[in-house]
């Protein structure tokens, strides 16, 4: 590995791999290795304190190939009231049971977040669309991007802002960190009374234990109200990295049968953003459930949620809330299961 010493922050050029004979047959998706793989991203501020720092350098035409290759690829709750996927590892999701099926790895989606560089993106040609650009929204000392047409992330600020939202046409905010807790963005629909503006809010956390997948059919629903209605939609959280890119990333997934990969690709065209380690391996198990319907006729192994499940989805206090089994001193909170009544108001009331 090669350093180049710049002005901070110093930038680490990583060659590629270079062979005496002549290449190989490029590699699928499912063979990809990722070369950092053992720098695990456990948030969006990690990501954002390195990221400008690694770039690579790649032979062009193993380069082009890799490209090309991205381009082709690119636990079930039951009761009364909650009829959609809660643990996707107990849906019955295997890599093997399709013939030929090659799946989306995180390997894959690591790479493409590792490569791609917004700010090494030429400026549109004439005649291609212009998206709105986090250098339009300086001004308002916030940081936006339009990483599709209609559809926005942003941090904290640019959801706060309501003539911002205003000045930028969006219809409605969809607010992945909602809480008043650190980390966590604490808005609701009253903030934008006589705005016009619609609100919903989804309670996640920035961390790879986070349980994604039971929120990603209510948030790909949202969007495409706001979308497919003429509006345009900002997703946001703390930072716009990471819980606000991985709930777009639904919409185009579930309403645009766009695959992982490609949808990394476009976003990461136009802004620095990077779902934690924990939500692409979430991401790829939604997109190989959904390319094996589109591909292989396979039924749908995941169930996803619905706008009207907002009520329903699991918050901080539920076990389901988590990927893996908490401790109450994990957390700092009672945890209950879904549908049992919320433990932080008995332990209020016994306070009191």
Request: net charge negative.
């Amino acid at each position: 590995m090669q350093v180049q010493t710049q002005t901070a922050p110093a930038e680490v050029i990583m060659p590629a791999p270079t062979a005496a004979t002549p290449p190989a047959e490029a590699k699928s998706p499912a063979e990809v290795v990722d070369p950092l793989g053992f720098i695990e991203i456990k948030s969006a501020a990690q990501w954002k304190a390195m990221s400008g720092r690694i770039s690579w350098k790649f032979d062009e035409g193993e380069a082009k190939s890799e490209e090309a290759e991205l381009g082709k690829a690119a636990g079930e709750e039951s009761s009364s009231t909650i009829n959609f996927t809660i643990n996707p590892s107990s849906a019955g999701l295997t890599a093997s049971d399709v013939a030929d099926f090659k799946p989306t790895k995180v390997e894959q989606l690591r790479l493409i977040c590792w490569k791609v560089k917004p700010w090494n993106q030429p400026r549109p040609r004439p005649g291609q669309p212009r998206l709105f650009t986090s250098q339009f929204a300086a001004p308002w000392g916030v940081d936006c991007d339009e990483v599709y047409p209609g559809l926005f992330i942003g941090d904290k600020k640019s959801a706060s802002h309501v003539k911002f939202l205003q000045k930028i046409g969006a219809t409605h905010v969809l607010n992945t960190a909602e809480g008043k807790d650190e980390g966590l963005v604490n808005l609701s629909q009253a903030h934008y009374d006589g705005s016009g503006i619609t609100y919903l809010g989804f309670p996640l956390w920035d961390t790879p234990t986070c349980n994604l997948i039971p929120y990603l059919g209510c948030a790909a629903d949202f969007i495409a109200q706001a979308i497919d209605g003429g509006g345009k939609c900002l997703v946001n959280c703390q930072m716009g990295v990471s819980r606000s890119t991985s709930c777009a990333m639904a919409y185009l997934l579930v309403k645009r049968g766009m695959t992982a990969a490609d949808v990394l690709t476009q976003f990461r065209l136009r802004r620095d953003i990077r779902p934690n380690d924990g939500f692409l391996e979430q991401i790829a198990t939604l997109d190989n459930d959904l390319r094996r319907q589109r591909e292989c006729g396979a039924e749908a192994a995941i169930k996803l949620s619905s706008l009207a499940d907002h009520p329903m989805l699991p918050q901080a206090w539920n076990f389901e809330f988590w990927t893996n089994e908490v401790a109450e001193s994990d957390i700092g909170m009672p945890l209950v299961r879904l549908g049992e009544p919320c433990p932080m108001v008995s332990a209020t009331a016994s306070t009191r």
